[in-house]
Nanobody, 114 residues
Framework: QVQLVESGGGLVQPGGSLRLSCAAS????????MGWYRQPPGEQREFVAS???????DYLGSVKDRFTISRDNAKNTVYLQMNSLRPEDTAVYYC????????WGQGTQDTVSS
């Protein structure tokens, strides 16, 4: 059984930064992709960023120059560093790991507001 535990969300002012963490437990091996989706209020869930086991990254266009995804394989943890945050980044952020199935975290609320 794979479990994902997220942390690092909260309230921040526009222009500020947050760092999300997502730790995976269980048998996941060492060849997997991890990443993040988000769901803004009243909208559908959307892709934010991903990082493959080979190190390839992919980003939503609107966050590409502001967010950075990284991972610590020894800790089975993926991070999302979010800088220059905007009110439109307000959302519940979900991490995932892609194995033979997709596993999701519980979500963490990030609010960007003055």
């Amino acid at each position: 059984q794979v479990q994902l535990v997220e942390s690092g969300g909260g309230l921040v002012q526009p222009g500020g930064s947050l760092r999300l963490s997502c730790a995976a437990s269980g048998s996941i091996g060492n060849r997997y992709s991890m990443g993040w989706y988000r769901q803004p209020p009243g909208e559908q869930r959307e892709f934010v960023a991903s990082l493959s086991s080979g190190g390839t990254t992919d980003y939503l266009g609107s966050v590409k120059d502001r967010f950075t995804i990284s991972r610590d394989n020894a800790k089975n943890t993926v991070y999302l560093q979010m800088n220059s945050l905007r009110p439109e980044d307000t959302a519940v952020y979900y991490c995932y790991v892609l194995l033979s199935s997709v596993y999701w975290g519980q979500g963490t609320q990030d609010t960007v507001s003055s």
